[in-house]
C-alpha cells in the first residue's frame, strides 16, 4: 500500500480499499524497558490502535518481556 502512511509521523489515511484489503503498518510501544513492535491495521473506521506489547522488566516466565530478542537472559535456572 505505498502512499498510504507517512511513515515517521505514523499518520495513515485509510481509504475504503485499504480497509478491505487488511493494508497494516507496523508501530512500536517503547518506555525504559524496550521497545516492542506490533502493528495497526485499517479499518473502516479508520487506523486502529497499536497492538504492540508494552515492554516491562525481564523475568523468568519464558517470554521476552523487554522485546529485545532475547528470552529470560536475567539469570534464570
Known sequence: MNGQCIAKSGMCDC?????DVGA????????DFGSCQGFRACSKSGLTECDARIPSLEVCD????????????????
Not at 497494516?24 to 518506555?31: E, K
Not at 521476552?64 to 539469570?75: K, M, S
Open 15 to 19: 481509504s475504503a480499499y485499504a480497509a
Open 24 to 31: 497494516s503498518t507496523t508501530c512500536m510501544s517503547s518506555n
Open 62 to 77: 519464558g517470554l521476552d518481556n523487554d522485546c529485545d530478542g532475547e528470552t529470560d537472559e536475567a539469570g534464570c535456572d
